[in-house]
């Protein structure tokens, strides 16, 4: 069965530092996800992204962050300076075109700002 | 009042009971409903996906929505221990591609052998 793939599953980044987290979504997919969830806490939407341009982000997508799909397969998440309230696990998810489809979502990347 | 409500739980049920989970919702707005399984430190898997009112089956699995009421509801029956995890009801207003999911809180169950 397709999946949505993401690396890495775990990294530990010093605050003030970049990071970058990849996906890799399901290949006939066209519509492109971030969510969050912080350890104990809900899944929260970031950002959707369709056509090479973000259609929508939530208040906590501020200018930190970005999304990028830089080939034909994979997309990214960049925070560029990271804080300690950005320790969370963060899930690519995907969907297809088709009237119905819905969104699938990648393993995670567990993310811990020290 | 939150856009989705849904009662954290924990739940605990023997192994064989019929478990009901539930989610109320404010925004009649959101048109899609979904159920996911969410193991431990894992992403969230697809269970259960529903448009209209009324119920939907799959296996020993339910999806329940009630619109006039903003009210869904999972049931499983004949509950395994392997079912123990967090379930999500997530919703969404529309289907044309770039809708975001809004998610509940989850309710953690753990069925005991």
């Known amino acids: 069965e397709p999946e949505v793939t993401q690396t890495p599953s775990h990294q530990v980044t010093q605050m003030g530092q970049e990071v970058i987290l990849r996906c890799v979504p399901i290949s006939n997919h066209l519509y492109f996800y971030w969510y969050r969830q912080i350890l104990g806490q809900k899944v929260e939407f970031l950002v959707s992204f369709y056509n090479n341009e973000i259609s929508e982000k939530s208040e906590i997508f501020d200018d930190q962050f970005s999304v990028e799909r830089p080939d034909g397969s994979n997309f990214t998440l960049k925070i560029r300076s990271t804080k300690l309230e950005d320790s969370a696990m963060y899930f690519c998810a995907s969907r297809g075109q088709a009237p119905g489809n819905t969104i699938y979502f990648g393993e995670g990347s567990w993310l811990t700002v020290v | 009042q939150k856009e989705v409500e849904q009662d954290p739980g924990p739940l605990s049920v023997p192994e064989g009971a019929i478990v009901s989970l539930n989610c109320t919702y404010s925004n009649s707005a959101f048109q899609y409903f979904m159920w996911y399984r969410q193991y431990s430190r894992k992403g969230p898997e697809l269970l259960m996906y529903t448009y209209s009112s009324g119920n939907k089956e799959d296996g020993r699995f339910t999806a329940q929505v009630d619109k006039s009421s903003k009210y869904i509801s999972l049931f499983i029956r004949d509950s395994q221990p392997s079912d123990s995890a967090t379930y999500l009801c997530?919703?969404?207003?529309?289907?044309?591609?770039?809708?975001?999911?809004?998610f509940g809180t989850g309710t953690r169950l753990t069925s005991i052998p």
């Open positions: 997530a919703m969404s207003a529309a289907n044309f591609g770039n809708e975001k999911l809004t």
